[in-house]
């Protein structure tokens, strides 16, 4: 089992990732102007839409809620490559910089995945992508706190460990709705 989840895992990362470098070759690293809150708010953004389509039953504007996940997944690697490089003041970096900060995050956050894993023994095959979808949007209430607190808890892990688990959750989804082969 354990195979099985790491290997989805490593599938849904990589279509993310190759998302990712596409748009980066398009668009460069506009989002390097994003502060940590804008980037929080546009992984809300994502989250609400997918719960707001799980609630009505239906969607107006045709682009899947397995798109959503993934802006999930790489809106919250963009954030923790942020808080790597928050002394680094560039707007541009390239693809080739970027790659190895993103293999960094993704990889991290499979070994927690499996850490989690081991001891929750993979309960989240047997939850709904809906409850899913709400522990993301949990996760970002508590981010969007913590960032009104100026980063400061008390006995919280910071916003590093939520947007890993927000990742792992948005993964989660992707390979319950078939989106890892």
Same mark, same amino acid.
């Given at each position: 089992?354990?195979?099985?989840?790491?290997?989805?895992?490593?599938?849904?990362?990589?279509? $993310?990732?190759?998302?990712?470098? !596409? !748009?980066?070759?398009?668009?460069?690293?506009?989002?390097?102007?994003?502060?940590?809150?804008?980037?929080?708010?546009?992984?809300?953004? !994502?989250?609400?839409?997918? +719960?707001?389509?799980?609630?009505?039953?239906?969607?107006?504007?045709?682009?899947?809620?397995?798109?959503?996940?993934?802006?999930?997944?790489?809106? $919250?690697?963009? %954030?923790?490559?942020?808080? *790597?490089?928050?002394?680094?003041? +560039?707007? &541009?970096?390239?693809? &080739?910089?970027? &790659?190895?900060?993103?293999?960094?995050?993704?990889?991290?956050?499979? *070994?927690?995945?499996?850490?989690?894993?081991?001891?929750?023994?993979?309960?989240?095959?047997?939850?709904?992508?809906? *409850?899913?979808?709400?522990?993301?949007?949990?996760?970002?209430? +508590?981010?969007?706190?913590?960032?009104?607190?100026?980063?400061?808890?008390?006995?919280?892990?910071?916003?590093? %460990?939520?947007?890993?688990?927000?990742?792992?959750?948005?993964?989660?989804?992707?390979?319950?709705?078939?989106?890892?082969?």
């Amino acid at each position: 089992m354990k195979t099985q989840t790491v290997s989805e895992y490593n599938q849904v990362i990589h279509l $993310c990732k190759e998302l990712f470098k !596409k !748009k980066t070759i398009d668009y460069g690293t506009a989002w390097r102007i994003l502060r940590l809150p804008s980037i929080t708010d546009q992984i809300f953004i !994502k989250a609400q839409r997918v +719960r707001s389509i799980q609630e009505k039953g239906n969607q107006k504007v045709n682009d899947p809620i397995s798109d959503e996940f993934v802006g999930i997944i790489n809106y $919250c690697i963009m %954030a923790l490559i942020q808080i *790597s490089l928050q002394d680094d003041d +560039r707007l &541009e970096l390239g693809v &080739e910089e970027l &790659e190895p900060l993103y293999d960094h995050w993704a990889n991290a956050t499979r *070994s927690l995945l499996e850490n989690k894993n081991h001891d929750y023994g993979e309960a989240w095959r047997d939850m709904r992508v809906s *409850s899913i979808t709400d522990i993301i949007l949990m996760k970002l209430y +508590r981010v969007k706190q913590i960032e009104d607190n100026q980063g400061k808890t008390i006995v919280s892990e910071g916003v590093e %460990a939520n947007y890993q688990d927000m990742i792992n959750y948005a993964v989660f989804c992707l390979i319950k709705l078939g989106h890892h082969a």
